[in-house]
């Protein structure tokens, strides 16, 4: 009999408590003289069917009523809808880049298994491996199923129509086949191709730009670097392996003489974990391994060793940050928006009191009551819910930039099943959090209390309530306005930086040179000099130079140098920015010339080797004295110092460059070090310099038919490009605070002019016994100020924790910066302010005589 009445109470409530006893009776005789169980299987048949009925029911006519209720003030639903929209849409629009960035699996097998080698410096850095150490790191190592190496190369592509620039990986052919994903077409490297380097697997994107997806294309040769290439594969839209940028992989293969410099560091190592190895326990092997080559090598190996991270690791730690940051503005938000919800729903339940106690008094339950309350709340979520979504949908993609580039991953944040399922999360969740105080206030009141006084009832606890409600909307929105205060002013700090060259009116221009073709000095500086001469000579060109990578864009190039006769010492102390030049390209960029001279034309093979060299490299090896003249170490010869230039910033404003080296371009042998020639024509102009991109292909392609143009920039694109992440989630964030102080200050303002809606009453008896209007009007502005006063200070304290855990992306700002906590402060202040005006005025003008006819 217990279990029937607990079937019973699958029913509502109502239905259930008016039958219970007359269906228990029932039940009671059906059982007597029959089965049990077949009787309980009987009535579990009859319930559970109409109960879903009952309930369907039901639902239906509460989503009736709540939309006519809606719509029967449609200025309030406007405004709730608004508010949910804003909550739900800012959450998704944040969920879908953390998820893409930091959380989505990456698309390839088993990805959780995958991990980078990196050799670990006495720093503490990260760097690339060298052959030698990546043989004799991994080799027989026990923790991984496979390892595989690459590094990036770029290529010129020559086919039908103009030549094409293409980045390439070169991998060795463990790679592809470890990262476990099947060409679409074709196959992937084998043990054979160990020793050849003519073969190459297409990206898709490249096989259908280049090659309008022919699926012939198997066997077809393609000339890279003028270099015959059969292709043997086209890899799925999906695979983007090492980066987003890559359009070709093409053999790595080792030379006996690759295993003799451990210091030439320039290869990625990817590796798979076997089945029940932990990254850790990989870890100490490897470090194990280090300590084993260090004590072979000490020369070139001292206080190296190894990190070993998941592929997930690889994000880099600001563009993590930035969005762990934006995902917190977002909560913020969403808290604002439920809060206010639950400040609008109060408020509307006190007007609906008598509405409410009539249906009570006709014999509405409270459970009924309170259901038909929370579907107004759910059905207001869901519409907002769904235009937030919409515009979510349309947002994610202006924020591409927030996603590294360096990600293996084929695609940008959208909305996907992942995504509408935690989109459809935050709507419930919205419409539970805002809807469930109000309709427990609602349902909780006296029903006589109400029929007698109306729309006054039960305001003591619900004014306290609201202002509660209130005081946590200013609490968010003086977080998101110091955070993003803060994050605006280090934008600011970063982009004010000296970045040691004038960005005005120079052009960029990637003609990087293939290999054979031009691995001797001669062909080279026969190029270079043809291409510089003509440039020269164009109208509205001030000068013009080569150089083997661009300030603020250097990956690499880093080496060891030998000072005072000692060998070169690879240590974070020893280390240096090295590249190649022609003769005027500290005078095209502008770079200061401090001493000595610069690169010149005479300066080649036949000569002493000498070097340009930065002024912060002057002061950590010859501090306080003449360097020019001295002597050091690099790249295999020793270089007399003939100049010092100043500083650049070499890999960003943001990061920390190395003492810089220039040598001259034709200073170095025949086939050595190739990958450090010039690449880079950097051209200074005296106006506009897109209209000379034409003109410099053409002297480009009379010089070589086959050589492209690539990367086509101006110095003040690829100095804001160096910020951009930072500055579109600066603009996201400051957007995410306006909306919040937008929040705020309805809130306020809904709440003081509700207040004064019931306090007219007292403001007449006021006013009726002599009281002045700036009595009155500071009555109602103090209320807002003491709110105000709490929240910001309770917001300030709750700002400067969060501001300490993202002091890395502070750029020298204090998290306690008093300016910006000031002006978030009284930003807030002023916005409340704003909010008390119209009920201040609207209790200013309350009619005496009328409001007391009214009580």
């Not at 002057?618 to 170490?633: A, L, M, N, S």
């Not at 003109?695 to 392609?701: F, G, L, T």
């Not at 920039?713 to 992440?725: F, P, R, V």
Request: aromatic share 6%.
């Amino acid at each position: 009999m217990r279990f029937y009445r607990l079937l019973l109470h699958l029913y509502p409530s109502t239905f259930s408590r008016d039958y219970e006893d007359e269906l228990t009776d029932v039940f009671r005789e059906r059982v007597r003289g029959a089965n049990l169980l077949r009787v309980l299987f009987a009535a579990m048949a009859d319930i559970v069917p109409n109960a879903i009925a009952a309930h369907w029911e039901l639902l239906v006519f509460d989503l009736r009523f709540a939309f006519r209720s809606l719509m029967r003030t449609p200025g309030f639903a406007m405004t709730a809808i608004l508010v949910a929209a804003l909550g739900v849409g800012a959450n998704t629009v944040a969920f879908s880049l953390a998820d893409f960035v930091l959380f989505r699996p990456l698309p390839l097998v088993r990805a959780d298994r995958l991990v980078k080698i990196w050799e670990k410096p006495p720093d503490g850095s990260r760097n690339e491996m060298s052959p030698a150490n990546y043989r004799d790191f991994t080799t027989g190592a026990r923790s991984f199923s496979g390892t595989a190496a690459y590094s990036h190369r770029t290529a010129n592509l020559t086919e039908q129509g103009e030549p094409r620039r293409v980045d390439l990986t070169l991998a060795t052919p463990e790679l592809l086949p470890l990262l476990g994903v099947q060409p679409i077409l074709g196959r992937t490297f084998t043990a054979a191709d160990a020793t050849s380097t003519d073969t190459v697997v297409l990206s898709y994107g490249l096989w259908k730009s280049q090659f309008g997806g022919d699926r012939a294309i198997l066997g077809r040769v393609v000339r890279l670097d003028g270099t015959p290439h059969t292709v043997i594969g086209v890899m799925p839209a999906s695979f983007q392996f090492p980066t987003r940028d890559s359009e070709g992989w093409i053999p790595l293969t080792f030379r006996e003489e690759n295993y003799q410099d451990r210091t030439d560091t320039f290869l990625e190592v990817v590796a798979r974990l076997r089945d029940g190895v932990s990254i850790e326990q990989a870890r100490s092997e490897i470090e194990v391994r280090a300590k084993n080559v260090e004590r072979k090598n000490p020369k070139d190996n001292e206080g190296l060793g190894a990190w070993v991270m998941d592929l997930r690791g690889e994000t880099p730690r600001n563009a993590r940050m930035l969005v762990l940051a934006l995902c917190g503005a977002a909560v913020c938000i969403l808290l604002l928006s439920c809060a206010n919800l639950a400040s609008l729903f109060l408020a509307r339940g006190t007007h609906r009191a008598r509405e409410l106690a009539v249906r009570s008094a006709l014999g509405a339950g409270r459970e009924r009551i309170v259901r038909q309350l929370m579907t107004e709340s759910f059905v207001v979520s869901a519409i907002g819910g769904i235009v937030g979504i919409i515009a979510a949908a349309l947002a994610v993609p202006l924020f591409a930039k927030l996603v590294p580039r360096t990600l293996p991953v084929a695609n940008y944040p959208s909305i996907d099943l992942r995504v509408l399922a935690m989109a459809i999360g935050f709507v419930l969740v919205t419409g539970l959090a805002f809807g469930v105080l109000p309709a427990m206030r609602a349902s909780r009141g006296s029903d006589f209390d109400a029929l007698r006084t109306g729309v006054r009832s039960g305001g003591g606890r619900t004014q306290r309530l609201r202002s509660v409600l209130v005081v946590i909307e200013i609490v968010a929105s003086v977080v998101l306005m110091i955070s993003s205060g803060l994050l605006l002013r280090a934008v600011w700090n970063i982009q004010n930086r000296a970045p040691g060259f004038s960005a005005d009116n120079v052009l960029v221009v990637g003609t990087a040179l293939p290999m054979p073709k031009y691995e001797n000095v001669a062909p080279r500086a026969r190029f270079y000099e043809q291409v510089l001469s003509e440039v020269r000579a164009l109208p509205g060109v001030k000068s013009a130079a080569y150089i083997t990578g661009l300030p603020m864009q250097m990956t690499g190039g880093i080496w060891a140098v030998g000072i005072n006769g000692q060998e070169p010492i690879r240590n974070g102390d020893y280390d240096v920015s090295l590249r190649y030049a022609t003769p005027q390209f500290f005078a095209t960029l502008q770079i200061p010339l401090l001493r000595g001279r610069d690169i010149a034309n005479a300066d080649d093979q036949t000569h002493p080797s000498v070097a340009v060299v930065s002024d912060s490299f002057v002061k950590q090896y010859w501090p306080g004295q003449d360097p020019i003249g001295k002597q050091f170490k690099v790249a295999t010869m020793d270089r007399t110092i003939v100049g010092v230039v100043g500083d650049l910033k070499v890999r960003g404003l943001e990061r920390q460059s190395e003492p810089q080296v220039y040598l001259p371009y034709q200073q170095v042998k025949d086939g050595d070090i190739i990958g450090y020639t010039p690449k880079k024509l950097v051209v200074r102009t005296a106006g506009a310099t897109q209209s000379l991109v034409t003109p410099i292909r053409h002297i480009v392609q009379r010089a070589d038919p086959e050589q492209p143009l690539s990367d086509i920039k101006t110095m003040e694109t690829i100095l804001s490009d160096d910020t951009a992440a930072r500055v579109t989630q600066v603009r996201l964030l400051g957007a995410l605070a306006a909306i919040a102080l937008l929040i705020a200050g309805i809130g306020i303002h809904g709440l003081l002019t509700y207040n004064v809606s019931r306090r007219v009453p007292e403001i007449g008896v006021r006013r009726a016994l002599g009281a002045q209007v700036s009595g009155i009007v500071a009555l109602v502005v103090r209320e807002g100020v003491v709110m105000a006063t709490v929240g910001v200070a309770i917001g300030a304290l709750l700002a400067y924790g969060a501001a300490r855990s993202m002091a890395a992306l502070l750029a020298g700002i204090r998290p306690a910066d008093p300016l910006t906590f000031t002006l978030a402060s009284l930003l807030c202040v002023a916005t409340v302010l704003v909010g008390c005006a119209r009920a201040a005025l609207r209790a200013a003008h309350v009619d005496p005589a009328r409001a007391l006819r009214v009580e």
